[in-house]
């Protein structure tokens, strides 16, 4: 099986490159990929893959029933069900001047790499003992849309996930793939300062949402300086005051703070120090500020048995010095919350070493394309192996 999935992707690499161009092309920003799911719908459609698409937002699942374990006459879907999940959003940034949607955190691959594993699977014969699931999931970037497929249903029945995700060549160069990759957890706090107008020449007659803003920079730097039980950090991302007069002091402003934790109990740690320290700030100033949690991704929980069989995997498709241990990274991921609410889910995120520079979510991000053949390889051989092992118990 595995010479055969690798020689059919070797055979069919251009059309691989085709699709990732076309999915690249088609960049669309959190909970408006219309066209992306469109597209996705094609693909699958004509693999005769069933379809399940949402009334309420973007994404779509697929679901290839094959026959059931041997000596299992309960009928076809019955048995072990493995899903493959990618995300479809892009990021909205400004690229050479332009405000628009863009594919620079490698969407468009993981996209394109689970479809090759499928399309892979199908073309070589092979039959999943049970249901193969394929989750295209919308809304990562905002850390809403596995969330919503939870809500959904849509891990219902789950026995295995896997997720894929290029990564940054300081963390992995070309060729080193990881069976795992240690996310920590992420969230970001948004907040509203209230003050009083005044004009700029009686500053002492107003109280400047600047000010107090200023001060809640250096509160927020003072709790990430403050915290070394793990790595962390905590950081004033955006300010904004609605003045279009320089000449009066504003009298509101709003700010975002972005937060890192390797742990989820450190995450908590910092939120509530960081509402405190705020707060207070607020209080000394006289000043009203509203602080609320815009969004929050979890901490990775790879399932042991899971990260090993993929380093097998890697290992038997590219030798042993192509296995490398996950990297541990302050970046967050939505992916991590389908175990945390499915703690009897076994999941993990393949870390694909591609040649990625300058880096995630950099504007003009890039990465060798030959990677997305190994990856595609790497999904499809996994699923391949799950079936067989759960064969053996």
């Not at 740690?269 to 207070?280: I, P, R």
Request: glycine letters at 10%; hydrophobic letters at 45%.
């Amino acid at each position: 099986m595995r010479a055969a999935i690798a020689t059919w992707l070797a055979a069919h690499r251009a059309e691989l490159r085709s699709t990732y161009a076309e999915l690249h092309a088609l960049a669309e920003a959190s909970w408006q990929e219309h066209r992306t799911t469109a597209y996705l719908r094609r693909a699958l459609d004509g693999m005769e893959i069933a379809c399940e698409t949402f009334p309420a937002h973007t994404g779509l699942v697929g679901h290839w029933h094959g026959r059931p374990d041997a000596g299992d006459d309960d009928g076809a879907g019955k048995g072990l069900c493995v899903a493959l999940r990618a995300d479809i959003d892009a990021l909205w940034q400004q690229v050479d001047g332009e405000n628009r949607a863009n594919h620079s955190c490698g969407h468009d691959a993981h996209m394109t790499m689970a479809l090759f594993a499928v399309k892979a699977l199908r073309a070589v014969g092979f039959q999943p003992a049970g249901e193969l699931r394929v989750l295209f999931q919308p809304a990562e970037e905002v850390g809403e849309g596995a969330l919503r497929l939870l809500e959904a249903g849509i891990l219902d029945g789950v026995d295995c996930l896997l997720g894929i995700h290029l990564r940054p060549d300081k963390e992995l160069p070309y060729g080193k793939v990881s069976g795992a990759i240690y996310h920590g957890a992420c969230a970001v706090l948004e907040g509203e300062v209230q003050g009083r107008q005044a004009h700029a020449a009686r500053p002492g007659d107003g109280l400047s949402a600047i000010e107090v803003m200023a001060d809640i920079i250096q509160a927020v730097r003072g709790v990430s300086a403050g915290y070394s039980a793990v790595p962390a950090s905590c950081k004033v991302t955006k300010l904004q005051v609605p003045n279009e007069s320089s000449n009066i002091i504003p009298d509101f402003g709003s700010f975002a703070i972005d937060v890192r934790a390797q742990t989820n109990k450190a995450m908590d740690a910092l939120l509530a120090d960081l509402e405190g320290a705020v707060q207070a700030v607020g209080l000394s100033w006289g000043s009203p500020v509203a602080l609320r949690l815009k969004s929050r991704t979890v901490a990775a929980r790879p399932d042991p048995g899971l990260e090993t069989l993929v380093g097998e995997v890697v290992t038997e498709l590219l030798g042993d010095a192509a296995r490398a241990q996950p990297p541990v990274t302050p970046g967050g991921e939505d992916f991590h919350f389908y175990s945390l609410h499915r703690p009897e889910l076994r999941a993990t995120m393949v870390g694909l070493g591609c040649g990625l520079l300058p880096g995630l979510h950099h504007p003009h991000m890039r990465f060798d394309l030959d990677a997305l053949e190994i990856g595609a390889g790497i999904l499809a051989l996994t699923v391949v192996k799950l079936y067989e092992a759960d064969r053996l118990i």
